[in-house]
């Protein structure tokens, strides 16, 4: 379970961001909707470890994750929190399968091809596994950087915008592919987004005012 409560933060002492409390059940499939400027990167921040809020309460997985030293929630945002950025962020001196194998060693676990495998043919690209980011198109690497968010089956599975440089067709199809790998790694899902094309794929719905 993830939730949060009570939760606000303030930049420099601006206007503070208030975020109402937000309970989330396990395998849950949600959108994080809201206007430009109104706290959704922030909030994802706040969620995945990286932005301790200057008030209230954040537990992923039953973890009260600002809790954690920082070595311990480095290593629980590794095996627990799986991000898909806008643009992937991979290692072009890498292939695709050492990208993989990178991010199961940042995570302290142990190498595993297997596994490398079975995400890699479960979105398509197994015959890339070998290639470098370069030699791949850019839905090929979009699906490389939901293949290393998920790598390690981790609870939480997020997403940043990943639908809004897209067209129709491709922004659908990243949607499904994220709905189809969280279900296989029964993962929680929250994509944030302010693209209306996204909602009807969603029952739940967490509106940023
Ligand atoms: N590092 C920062 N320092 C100061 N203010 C910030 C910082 N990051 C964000 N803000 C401010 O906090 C507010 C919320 O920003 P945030 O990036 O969370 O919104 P957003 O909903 O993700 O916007 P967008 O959709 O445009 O990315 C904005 O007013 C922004 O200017």
């Given at each position: 379970?993830?939730?949060?409560?009570?939760?606000?933060?303030?930049?420099?002492?601006?206007?503070?961001?208030?975020?109402?409390?937000?309970?989330?059940?396990?395998?849950?499939?949600?959108?994080?909707?809201?206007?430009?400027?109104?706290?959704?990167?922030?909030?994802?921040?706040?969620?995945?470890?990286?932005?301790?809020?200057?008030?209230?309460?954040?537990?992923?997985?039953?973890?009260?994750?600002?809790?954690?030293?920082?070595?311990?929630?480095?290593?629980?945002?590794?095996?627990?929190?799986?991000?898909i950025f806008q643009?992937p962020?991979?290692?072009?001196?890498?292939?695709?399968?050492?990208?993989?194998?990178?991010?199961?060693?940042?995570?302290?676990?142990?190498?595993?091809?297997?596994?490398?495998?079975?995400?890699?043919?479960?979105l398509?690209?197994?015959?890339?596994?070998?290639?470098?980011?370069?030699?791949?198109?850019q839905g090929q690497l979009q699906r490389v950087s939901i293949?290393?968010a998920?790598?390690?089956?981790?609870?939480?599975?997020?997403a940043?915008e990943p639908t809004s440089s897209l067209d129709d067709k491709n922004a659908e199809s990243v949607l499904q592919l994220l709905i189809q790998q969280?279900?296989?790694?029964?993962?929680?899902l929250?994509v944030?987004t302010?693209d209306?094309r996204v909602?009807?794929a969603?029952?739940?719905?967490?509106?940023?005012?």
């Amino acid at each position: 379970m993830i939730s949060i409560k009570s939760v606000a933060h303030s930049y420099n002492n601006n206007q503070q961001l208030s975020f109402k409390d937000w309970q989330i059940n396990d395998g849950e499939q949600w959108l994080l909707l809201g206007e430009s400027g109104s706290g959704k990167t922030t909030l994802l921040h706040i969620l995945t470890g990286i932005l301790k809020p200057q008030h209230g309460e954040v537990s992923v997985s039953d973890t009260s994750i600002y809790n954690l030293s920082s070595k311990n929630l480095d290593q629980f945002r590794g095996r627990n929190i799986g991000i898909i950025f806008q643009r992937p962020h991979l290692i072009k001196s890498l292939t695709i399968a050492e990208n993989l194998l990178l991010a199961q060693s940042f995570a302290q676990l142990p190498e595993d091809h297997r596994r490398i495998d079975e995400v890699l043919e479960s979105l398509d690209i197994l015959h890339k596994k070998n290639a470098y980011p370069n030699e791949l198109s850019q839905g090929q690497l979009q699906r490389v950087s939901i293949a290393r968010a998920v790598i390690n089956k981790p609870a939480l599975l997020i997403a940043d915008e990943p639908t809004s440089s897209l067209d129709d067709k491709n922004a659908e199809s990243v949607l499904q592919l994220l709905i189809q790998q969280s279900g296989l790694n029964k993962a929680t899902l929250i994509v944030a987004t302010h693209d209306k094309r996204v909602k009807d794929a969603f029952t739940n719905t967490y509106n940023l005012v």
